[in-house]
């Protein structure tokens, strides 16, 4: 079986050319990549990724906690985001590992993934986990910011604060006056900035803000977002009164949907749905076409994985970075009469 000496030698180059040709750790001109390709198929040699891991001292590549809702299902915002990641990993000669098995609290539980690092999706309130990572020095990435707030955690996230803000007074202007939240898990820190966004909005337009309208995901009570929307609206649409409602995602607004036909009520006249999630195929096939907040998930992996690539380079660099997220407007909202 040729080695990569072989190929080196008969292409008149260094090993660490012919890896990087491979790995693409580094630039090499097309013509020396060319040849170098060439050598190795004439000779039959093929990358070993176990064995240049153990050269190297790194296994090259990057772990994505991302895990699944209890139905298995992956929504658009996940997919995008694992593309952006990908994208970017894959430049730099990363593969990335893609966990999507349920999140374990059990610290006994908690094994250490054939990875350089970890970029970990919805950091929840004094997030026990990032603790546990920064003691087995594994580099890790948020994608949502840290609780309590750390600068010597490198995260990526929107402006979410600002986001829930501009929704709520976009419905505020339109003249709604009670406005139901579908907010994500009570223990995720998207959660608290979000509803602290919608709140503010409430007291600019000087009105009260019902803390009885805030409703959360529970991963206990709910098989999927779809269900936790669909059972929101069917318990509370005859006990409240509100004529708008914001759902934490594109998901949890079809749940709405679906009640709002079976109960009979018109969207939007007489509710208007916003998703703080946009995906865009989605939106455009939903009747009405569902007005929703755009988060840019890909562009959100993206910036995640550049940020991991820095720390496991140096994990004395820490960086954040925000994504500012925009509302897009459709068709799924109404203006309500001020009487």
């Known amino acids: 079986m040729a080695t990569i000496d072989d190929v080196a030698r008969k292409a008149g180059v260094s090993k660490g050319t012919v890896s990087s040709v491979f790995s693409?750790?580094?630039?090499?001109?097309?013509?020396v990549t060319e040849r170098v390709l060439e050598v190795a198929k004439e000779l039959?040699?093929?990358?070993?990724?176990i064995a240049r891991s153990l050269s190297i001292k790194k296994t090259m590549i990057a772990g994505l906690r991302i895990p699944l809702s209890s139905d298995g299902t992956m929504s658009a915002f996940d997919s995008q985001m694992i593309n952006g990641v990908i994208k970017e990993c894959?430049?730099?000669?990363?593969?990335?590992?893609?966990?999507?098995?349920?999140?374990?609290?059990?610290?006994?539980l908690f094994s250490q993934d054939p990875v350089d690092g970890i970029i970990m999706l919805n950091p929840r309130k004094n997030d026990t986990r990032i603790g546990r990572y920064n003691q087995m020095g594994i580099p890790l990435v948020l994608v949502g910011r840290p609780d309590p707030l750390d600068d010597s955690i490198s995260y990526v996230d929107n402006n979410n604060t600002e986001a829930a803000y501009q929704v709520g007074d976009y419905l505020l202007r339109s003249?709604?006056?009670?406005?139901?939240?579908?907010?994500?898990?009570?223990?995720?820190?998207?959660?608290y900035d979000r509803k602290n966004g919608l709140m503010e909005a409430f007291r600019h337009h000087?009105?009260?803000?019902?803390?009885e309208h805030v409703m959360h995901y529970n991963r206990k009570l709910h098989v999927s977002g779809t269900e936790y929307g669909y059972m929101s609206i069917m318990d509370t649409f005859e006990a409240m009164n509100y004529s708008a409602v914001i759902t934490d995602t594109?998901?949890?607004?079809?749940?709405?949907?679906r009640a709002a036909r079976e109960l009979g009520i018109e969207v939007p006249e007489r509710l208007s749905v916003i998703a703080l999630s946009n995906d865009a195929t989605l939106a455009q096939e939903i009747n009405p076409k569902l007005t929703s907040v755009e988060l840019s998930a890909d562009l959100l992996?993206?910036?995640?994985?550049?940020?991991?690539?820095?720390?496991m380079n140096d994990m004395s660099m820490n960086r954040q970075v925000?994504?500012?997220a925009k509302l897009v407007v459709r068709e799924s909202c109404s203006t309500q009469n001020s009487s």
């Open 24 to 31: 693409k750790k580094r630039p090499i001109s097309q013509q």
């Open 44 to 49: 039959g040699y093929f990358p070993n990724h």
């Open 90 to 108: 894959s430049k730099q000669g990363y593969r990335v590992l893609l966990d999507t098995l349920p999140e374990q609290d059990d610290p006994t």
């Open 175 to 191: 003249g709604h006056k009670s406005v139901l939240f579908l907010n994500a898990s009570s223990d995720m820190t998207v959660a």
């Open 206 to 211: 000087g009105l009260p803000f019902s803390e």
């Open 250 to 257: 594109d998901r949890v607004a079809l749940g709405v949907l």
């Open 301 to 311: 992996g993206a910036e995640a994985a550049k940020l991991l690539i820095e720390k």
């Open 322 to 324: 925000i994504i500012h």
